[in-house]
C-alpha cells in the first residue's frame, strides 16, 4: 500500500486549501481513510476520517471547518479546509486501515503517506 499526499502550502489565516491522497494497492471502497496532523512537540492528532460507507467523522478542533471527502474510481481521498487558523499548522498525514471501528486511534493504521506541510499564518 503506497499512499501519496499533496496540496499542503502557506495560506493566510482565513483561507482555504484541498489535501490529496492517492492510494495505491488498496481500494478505497473497502478502506477506513483518515487524515491526522501533527505540529511540532505535539502528538499526532486525528484530524478526519471516512469510512467505506461514506460516512465521516471530525475531531472537535476542525468540526465545521474542514471536510474530508473520496473518489473511490481514482482511489483519492480529499480534506478540504476552509477558515483556516494559525493552529491548524501541522504536517497532514493520510493514513488508511480496513476496518470502520477505532479510527481515531492513529496506532490502528498500518498504512500511512509521508505528509505534507500545511502552515497558516496570522
Known amino acids: 500500500v503506497q499512499l501519496v499526499e499533496s496540496g499542503g502550502g502557506l495560506v493566510q489565516a482565513g483561507g482555504s486549501l484541498r489535501l490529496s491522497c492517492t492510494a495505491a494497492?488498496?481500494?478505497?471502497?473497502?478502506?477506513?481513510m483518515a487524515w491526522f496532523r501533527q505540529a511540532p512537540g505535539k502528538e499526532r492528532e486525528f484530524t478526519a476520517a471516512i469510512w467505506s460507507s461514506g460516512f465521516q467523522f471530525y475531531g472537535d478542533s476542525v468540526k465545521d471547518r474542514f471536510s474530508i471527502s473520496k473518489n473511490n474510481a481514482r482511489s483519492t481521498v480529499f480534506l478540504q479546509m476552509n477558515t483556516l487558523k494559525p493552529e491548524d499548522t501541522a504536517v497532514y498525514y493520510c493514513a488508511t486501515k480496513y476496518g470502520p471501528y477505532s479510527y481515531v486511534e492513529a496506532a490502528h493504521y498500518p498504512h500511512w503517506g509521508q505528509g505534507t506541510q500545511v502552515t497558516v499564518s496570522s
Open positions: 494497492g488498496v481500494a478505497l471502497n473497502n478502506v477506513t
